[in-house]
């Protein structure tokens, strides 16, 4: 019988286009989500309304299948054992949405990437084959100014001159598909951009797209990490402050992989915004 693969947070901003970009491949899908549905599905994708942790749900959606996409959100470590677990019983495959900013040599520098280290060690202890996507700063991230461009032409933060490079989540997913339909077991994937901005200047883009004209208000940390509390862990929210705040003097990572590995350029930031010109609007 047909395996298929199974997708796990998938109608997150990453999981919802490995779906689509599987169905439109031809491959089998299961999508397991908290409270997905069918109309929230290409035709045919499987729906598994449930949490990962649900283990008898876990067990229904892993039947016949041999690959498996995993976005973990934030939980500790431990919790994700009886899923890394699970899968490992089921599953020959395993593509695991990691985070940049996970270390190979020495400690790991922050609670983010403590964690995303933990759930890869989980991982590589089992007799699975794996790949590990990491990710720089994704684009959806700046979603979090539509709520301040509803209200006016400016976007105020902090570290509004620090580099970055933000990845489209469409490329997250492409190299998602990409190792979970080739032979990619035992890459370390790190995935960023093609362009490096600084938050300044991706407001200015916004601003292009939309025909605004669009201003970034340089604003202090403690308002900064304000705002990011309504949104973020209060943990995470220091990390990402020091991290825009090490950039400024360390520059930004900036890699090729997403061309490396799909063999077409990466995704802009203007492709985002138009992507998302409603969501900003």
């Known amino acids: 019988m047909t395996k298929q693969a199974l997708v796990i947070g998938a109608t997150g901003n990453v999981g919802r286009h490995v779906v689509s970009q599987l169905h439109h491949q031809g491959v089998p899908v299961r999508a397991l989500s908290r409270g997905v549905r069918a109309a929230d599905l290409p035709p045919g994708v499987e729906p598994f309304a449930a949490d990962v942790t649900d283990a008898a749900a876990l067990a229904a959606a892993l039947h016949r299948v041999d ?3 995993l976005v973990w959100r934030g939980r500790p470590v431990p919790v994700a054992e009886p899923v890394v677990a699970a899968i ?10 990691s985070s940049a900013v996970v270390r190979d040599d020495g400690p790991q520098p922050d609670a983010i990437a403590e964690l995303h280290a933990g759930l890869e060690g989980l991982v590589t202890a089992t007799d699975l084959e794996w790949t590990f996507l990491r990710p720089a700063q994704f684009a959806t991230n700046t979603l979090e100014w539509a709520a301040q461009l509803r209200l006016g032409d400016e976007v105020r933060g902090a570290y509004g001159d620090a580099p970055t490079t933000v990845v489209h989540e469409r490329d997250i ?7 979970m339909t080739g032979h990619h077991h035992g890459r370390r994937y790190v995935l960023t951009g093609p362009e490096i901005h600084t938050p300044a200047g ?3 883009v916004i601003g292009e797209v939309l025909g605004r004209d669009l201003r970034w208000v340089e604003d202090s940390v403690e308002d900064e990490r304000r705002r990011m509390l309504g949104w973020m862990p209060a943990a995470f929210v220091d990390v990402v402050l020091a991290g825009r705040a090490r ?8 890699t090729t992989t997403v061309q490396d590995v799909l063999g077409v350029p990466a995704r802009t930031y203007r492709e985002w915004v138009k992507d998302h010109a409603a969501d900003l609007a």
Request: proline fraction near 3%; glycine fraction near 6%.
């Open 67 to 69: 690959r498996v996409f």
């Open 88 to 97: 490992a019983g089921a599953a020959t495959h395993l593509t695991l949405l």
């Open 173 to 179: 997913a492409a190299v998602a598909v990409q190792a």
């Open 202 to 204: 991706l407001v200015a």
């Open 247 to 254: 950039a400024r003097q360390e520059g930004p990572l900036h």
